[in-house]
């Protein structure tokens, strides 16, 4: 079985022992809940990348609106 760190990490904090091997592991997660097995396989995603992609040129960031005047 497959698993990323992150998803071991994950099974760990389920309860699941540190240096489990491969038949353990997957005894282990035919008895988690339908919720859980859903997050565990979320994990198995690539994390979204460390920073986001330069702004090109001319793509300008909008200032936000200014505030409305106060009625007189």
Do not use: C, R, W
């Not at 990348?49 to 005047?69: E, N, W």
């Amino acid at each position: 079985m497959e698993l990323t760190a992150q998803q071991i990490a994950y099974l760990v904090s389920l309860g699941l022992a540190e240096g489990a091997g491969d038949a353990q592991i997957k005894a282990f997660v035919a008895t988690l809940g339908a919720g859980q097995l859903k997050f565990l396989n979320g994990l198995a995603t690539p994390a979204a990348p460390a920073s986001l992609p330069a702004q090109t040129a001319g793509s300008a960031v909008a200032s936000p609106a200014a505030p409305a005047a106060a009625p007189a």
